[in-house]
């Protein structure tokens, strides 16, 4: 009874803010873009390709992220849009409205949760890409070996002063972007880093092009060789396509919550799963010819970044500046992403207590950098703490995308095609009568499915 006494007094308060908006279209997409694209397709995805086989992997995804990806970002956006508030008071008066009850604000509440724990150590591994960034301006990597790029990650792991330098500057970044508003802040950035990104990517897929292995990187990358496809791999690219887009975080629904009427939500959807694939694929295409230019593996997984791509830095006319570029682009794709999930923990804090856009976001992040200490930690100091057998790091990390993503995911998709009104979901989508039909069909049964496949596994 109490917690349903402090949501209302919450609900009131909101009604004494002004509700931020996106400027316009483009600024919104080009922000939904910058969230989804991360160090999930510059770090992560080219190593599950490297260790999935490739082109099947690839195949399999792109289909993941029509049946599975796009309704549940759909759904989220119009949860959003219709709340016009965070994800948990969204949650809890779209429940209220139409005639559910109240623990369905769990859905905002876990996907807010898990934004939160994600940037925690997300801002490590941003603060890896930093410390990389200084390596490479400073020639570190300069006819390095195997054992000196392998130990120059592991002091790195092991220097906790260093690992709380570089964490600290990040999550200041995104706190100094965040703090400035919606416009003023996260869509200016966006508009400044996505544009770069896209400049620093194009150009190292053109130096890809010079070594002499891009045509064996496009093999990889678009001929299928099924006999890799197992259910493991299938299993793989479903769970990417589903976490590559910030679902079930809490994300999308706050993004939603900056929206208009004049939003076509499906043709959003689409310009945002094309482009984040793209880029997906471009990274690739960037980092896959350097690999097999000098031999080496593309399927040595999370180290391909930090432990061979420095090998090949080292010892390849113009190393320096590609190291540079590179590193660069690794911090782009991670501040696009660490501003949109610091995003729904300062809507939350700004509509539910007294405090301003500033203060919110100041709060959120210092607490957001004290959690990310602890995570640090967990690779030196406090190694030998472990819950269930997990250190800091891994155990937030588990607990997110094995647990937290897909389940406030399945709750979003299921509430909005199962608990809405059909007619009414039909008119915001602006679907006629056959595309509401298949909307229904993916909605209902499809993504649900699949989401349950990938949360069954992770267990």
């Not at 070996?145 to 200041?172: E, N, T």
């Not at 992040?365 to 190694?383: E, R």
């Amino acid at each position: 009874m109490a917690a349903i006494e402090t949501t209302h007094g919450a609900l009131a308060m909101d009604a004494t803010k002004v509700h931020d908006h996106w400027s316009s279209r483009l600024g919104f997409i080009i922000a939904a873009v910058g969230s989804a694209v991360g160090l999930g397709n510059i770090w992560k995805f080219p190593y599950m390709v490297g260790q999935s086989g490739g082109a099947a992997f690839v195949l399999v995804y792109l289909g993941c992220i029509a049946l599975i990806g796009l309704p549940i970002i759909i759904a989220e956006w119009l949860i959003g849009r219709r709340g016009q508030k965070n994800p948990v008071n969204t949650m809890a008066e779209l429940a209220k409205k139409n005639g559910r009850g109240r623990g369905w604000m769990l859905v905002g509440a876990g996907g807010t949760l898990a934004a939160f724990l994600i940037l925690s150590f997300y801002s490590v591994i941003g603060g890896w890409a930093l410390s990389y960034l200084a390596e490479a301006g400073a020639g570190s990597f300069s006819g390095i070996g195997k054992d000196a790029a392998a130990a120059l990650f592991s002091g790195l792991l092991a220097s906790p002063a260093r690992l709380l330098a570089w964490h600290s500057v990040f999550m200041l970044l995104t706190v100094g972007v965040v703090a400035m508003g919606v416009s003023g802040g996260l869509e200016r950035a966006t508009k400044l880093l996505m544009p770069a990104l896209g400049v620093i990517l194009l150009g190292m897929v053109g130096y890809g092009m010079t070594t002499g292995s891009f045509g064996a990187a496009v093999d990889y990358l678009f001929t299928p060789d099924w006999s890799k496809l197992d259910s493991t791999v299938v299993l793989a690219a479903l769970g990417h396509a589903f976490f590559t887009l910030s679902l079930g975080m809490g994300v999308m629904i706050a993004y939603g919550s900056y929206l208009g009427q004049d939003i076509n939500l499906v043709r959003a959807a689409g310009t945002v799963a094309v482009a984040d694939t793209t880029i997906a694929l471009c990274a690739g295409l960037a980092i896959f010819p350097i690999v097999f230019a000098n031999g080496l593996d593309p399927a040595s997984g999370p180290g391909l970044v930090f432990v061979t791509l420095p090998l090949a830095f080292g010892k390849i006319a113009g190393g320096l500046v590609l190291g540079v570029l590179f590193f660069a682009l690794l911090i782009f794709a991670a501040l696009t992403s660490s501003i949109s999930l610091l995003e729904p923990v300062v809507e939350l804090l700004e509509e539910r207590t007294p405090m301003g856009r500033v203060a919110s976001t100041v709060v959120a992040g210092v607490a957001t950098w004290a959690l990310g200490v602890a995570a640090l930690l967990s690779f030196n100091a406090w190694s030998e703490v472990l819950i269930f057998g997990q250190n800091i790091f891994d155990l937030l990390d588990k607990l997110t995308s094995k647990f937290l993503l897909p389940a406030c995911g399945l709750g979003a998709i299921v509430f909005v095609a199962w608990f809405l009104d059909r007619e009414g979901v039909r008119q915001d989508l602006g679907l006629g009568r056959a595309g509401f039909s298949v909307w229904n069909v993916l909605a209902r049964y499809v993504a649900p499915a699949g989401v349950i496949a990938v949360f069954w596994h992770s267990l």
